[in-house]
């Protein structure tokens, strides 16, 4: 398996646009995970799945967040709009019962906000 | 709420030398912890998987070992070499917050030659 799979790898955006972050977890994984890395505050939780829903999104700082997992192979982080505190590092994570849930995470995608 | 405490935040260290990095936890009621190593400006990689109910896992240089109880896990790297150097973190899970990991804020390895 080619591991957790992230795009882009690298955002640059302006203050107010939306933003797209996709991930593509390993095949057979049936937990998904979104984390947040800054300086600041390290490695943060903002939302994970379970077999495609969404179980606790309290991690999610604002309404202008929100995530998906329309089916098994695929989630979206989107961010609208963005704002220059959103600068981060995203990370998503999948694990599966077999593997005692060990977590497998993806390159991560560097945002930008200017 | 767990809270996940690593000490020291930094080191520094000659090639060679055999060291310690240290990892505690609030809340002992913990499913699994997780060792990762972060290069500057990358991702993290899984060192070391250990489940609530062992004692200590290893991988070649690296040994892990937990006391649940004490709320205490500690990253043992033998012979330490420059290659090593990096931020290691250390991570728990609970199984009533769907496995999802609580970091620790690293601590960042210098292995000089």
């Known amino acids: 398996d080619a591991g957790v799979i992230q795009s882009p790898r690298h955002e640059v955006t302006e203050m107010g646009q939306e933003v797209t972050l996709r991930c593509k977890p390993i095949s057979g994984h049936d937990y998904l995970f979104w984390y947040r890395q800054t300086m600041m505050r390290g490695l943060e939780l903002l939302i994970y799945f379970n077999n495609n829903v969404p179980i606790d999104d309290s991690g999610m700082p604002e309404d202008r967040f929100s995530a998906k997992m329309p089916n098994a192979s695929f989630s979206t982080l989107k961010i609208q709009p963005s704002e220059p505190r959103d600068s981060a590092v995203y990370f998503c994570?999948?694990?599966?019962?077999?593997?005692?849930?060990?977590?497998?995470f993806g390159p991560g995608t560097r945002l930008t906000v200017t | 709420k767990q809270e996940v405490t690593q000490i020291p935040a930094a080191l520094s260290v000659p090639e060679g030398e055999n060291l310690v990095l240290n990892c505690s936890f609030t809340d002992s009621a913990i499913y699994n912890l997780q060792w990762f190593r972060q290069d500057p400006g990358k991702g993290l990689t899984s060192l070391l998987l250990?489940?609530?109910?062992?004692r200590e896992q290893t991988s070649g240089r690296l040994n892990a070992s937990l006391d649940k109880s004490s709320g205490r896990s500690t990253l043992y790297i033998a012979a330490s070499q420059p290659g090593d150097s990096a931020t290691y973190l250390c991570?728990?899970?609970?199984?009533?917050?769907?496995?999802?990991?609580?970091f620790g804020k690293g601590t960042s390895l210098l292995v000089t030659p």
């Open positions: 250990i489940q609530s109910s062992q």
């Open positions: 994570a999948s694990s599966y019962r077999g593997l005692k849930y060990e977590q497998y």
């Open positions: 991570a728990v899970t609970h199984s009533n917050s769907g496995y999802a990991l609580n």
